[in-house]
């Protein structure tokens, strides 16, 4: 049902703006419009503060804090713990608590980091000097001997050579190299020489250019095997140190985690606060708010306002201006049961102010369809289990919303496969158990079930058409008037003409039948102007085929009981009864997935395209009211 | 015979609408695809958009009903 909407006007002192604006925010049921896009406003536009600006950009700025602590706490906490809005959750406690938050995490992260590069290098180091330690010969080990290592492209060794023969002339005969190839073009070396030479030969091999193989301070005097200790201990400790530093974020996110989601949302609703502002009005001394309410939620919003302000802020119900008849924005209110059609009609277009809301008529019309097409009881049981089971574990969504309308189909395929006497397609036929009305997979039916099929588009197409006259009548739209009128009379025309034809009515019916059918031609002709009489056959003959459109009812009907028949019969061709019945099953497991998508999407597809675009114009904006995203806020003492 | 030519109409009727349907809903659901993912409000018309080309089918099926009622 399409709310009845109210359109108002509050004004008052400006002293009380700052309290008016968050009452709105809890009473979350009024719609504000931007007083710079109303043709009727004749005030100027709210200029907001400095302070205010300033407060708007700290707003920001904490949400982006806020947003990138949670991205960094994604991955650590555990979703789905809820919290409640505390009392001491005001801006400024929030913005003290998140720099807290902040620094704590930013000087982990900073450790973190610090040892992540530290271990980067020490496996480098480490990965060399396993490399190396096998060259080294014992007589570094010797006391009093000292080494240098390097990496040198296999191009330079030649060079290296004759650098060590300098070295040794250098070291009077002291200086030893040993080399040996590592990859595809690398070479490395060992120097061993006596200790008290190592100026001599770092000051050489510096002017020589040649880099070398530098540990860290910490190893550097110590031979490569007690290096190589040092290095492994020096990463298990880090690795240790990494563990705990993701510990203590991990303890943060759990504790905050929940927290933050809050706090994001209280710093959003102070935005849309912002933003409210901005649509407002002023003059000197007064503000001015237009809007829109459900009209039966005027009084109470009148009481509230009259409750904090006395007559210092005025609420009235103005007229509506011409210009804005088509804006009215819309609100619907349906029961629970009725919810997820109403969603399946706004995926197609929010209805127009002045349309009926068809969600009632797809809430009827969509799960009897359904029905129709699976039509099988032992289907249909299924998935009112499955439905009903997985119904309550989805969030709020289309897949929520489809095992719901799920539910509905369900039922009505259990009633339909009673009719037809389907249960898991031909097996019903196998036990004794009659169809009730006719069997779809019985040859001789197929006339019945065309007919039923047709019969259900001509009924359905006729509603569609009545509720677009009915449309017409309230829009005070001539053109829709005659257009949908003439549709509907011609379809009858043409109902008592094929009767007549097919002798089930009286041949005399033959004249009325062409007299009602020219009738509804000539009306649909007429609303479509000067090339209404090319016009209005055609657009006629599209009527017949959103009709013939209703045979998928029949058409996906018999490919599901043809496959049940399938799966039973192949089921009962193998020798074996357990592959037989593994072999059925997964047939029927096949059909029943089939089952519950393909007449699903067709159903709504004849709500959308053959039955609404009989009436069903939509297009209008929906009703967004300035709500709160979380919690109410003090109207006393907001925002200190 | 005579059955042998119905049942063979019969296919063609429904096989080759079925194609067409096919690949006109080819094209409409790779496009709808892209428009969804930049504008998730478009789901409905996209819906409508890609179920109009099963009329094609629906009347071959009824096409080859006829043909087969008729033997």
Redo the contacts between chains.
Sequence with gaps: MILPMARIQIWGLKAHLERVIPLLHNFGNMQIDDVRRLPDSMVQPFTMPDAMQMEREQVDLLIASINGLIDLFSSFSKPGVETAVEKEDTIPAIKGKVAEITSQVQYLNNQKKFLQDELVSLSKYNDMLTVIAPLIPNSVKKSGNASIRALVHSSQMRAMNLLAQQLKLLTRGKFDMVSIKIGESTNAIVGIFPLELIEQVETFLKNEKVAQLILPEEYAYLSTDEALRHISKKVQINHLELDEIDKRLQRIADQWSPKLHVWQLICQDRVDEFEAYAKIGETEYTFTIFGWVPEERVEDLQKVLSQYFGQNVILSVIDVPAALKEKIPVATKNPGVIQPYEDFVKMRAIPRYSDVDPSHLVAIFMPIFFGMMVGDVGYGLLMLVIALLLGKKMAAGLIRNFFKALQAGAVWSIFFGILYGEYFGTLGEKWGIPALWFSRSDAGSFTTLLGMSLAVGVAHTLLGLLIGVWNAVVQKNRSHFLERGGMFIGIIGTCILVASLSQILPHGFLTLGWIIFAIGISALGLSLGKMGIIMGPIEFVGVIGNILSYLRLAALGLASVFLAKVANDLGGMVGSVGVGVLIALLIHALNLVMGMLSPTIQSLRLQYVEFFRKFYEGGQSPFTPFCKRIGNSDIQNSHT | MEKAIMAIAAGLAIGITALATALAQRAIGSAGVGAISEKPEL???I??LV??P??L???G??VA?II??GG
Excluded: H, N
């Design positions: 789901i409905g018309s819906i409508i179920a109009i099963e009329t089918v629906i009347l099926f009824a009903a087969l009622m």
